[in-house]
């Protein structure tokens, strides 16, 4: 394969994805009067009423489900991963921690919030973004990790 077709298949993937999950993250909140951030469906389903559970429920088994009918359409993409099953345990911790103080997590501030024009979730996001941008550089430039 020539690099510059995987760039450009990459780049309508990409784009492709982008706007599925706009256009669902639309639906979402016309249809339903609700933001798809999943830090708040996932959490509300702990917590939620006899009635609410039933679409809280439905909406991440298709978020699971989703990698399994992409594979039925398209080759899976190879992905490797680096870090140790203590790292990914400790990042997944601190992922769950900064969605609890930030009252919601990417999909919620950056997809929904953003497009909302919320002052909240734009500082969400460039918070999320900067603080990744920086653990990165640490980890991979200064630590050598």
Request: hydrophobic share 50%; glycine share 16%; aromatic share 8%.
């Amino acid at each position: 394969m020539n690099p510059s077709d995987f760039t450009h298949s990459a780049y309508i993937a990409g784009l492709c994805g982008g706007l599925l999950i706009g256009i669902a993250a639309a639906m979402f909140v016309l249809l339903n009067g609700r933001i798809a951030g999943i830090s708040g469906i996932l959490a509300g389903l702990i917590q939620a009423d006899k009635g609410d559970k039933l679409w809280r429920v439905l909406f991440l088994l298709g978020l699971a489900a989703s990698p399994f009918v992409y594979r039925f359409a398209f080759d899976m993409p190879t992905v490797t991963i680096e870090a140790g099953t203590g790292q990914l345990v400790i990042a997944g911790l601190l992922v769950g921690l900064g969605t609890s103080y930030a009252s919601g997590c990417t999909s919620g501030h950056g997809v929904c919030g953003i497009s909302r024009g919320s002052i909240r979730s734009i500082a969400a996001t460039l918070t999320f973004m900067t603080a990744g941008f920086i653990t990165v550089y640490l980890t991979h430039h200064l630590i050598g990790l």
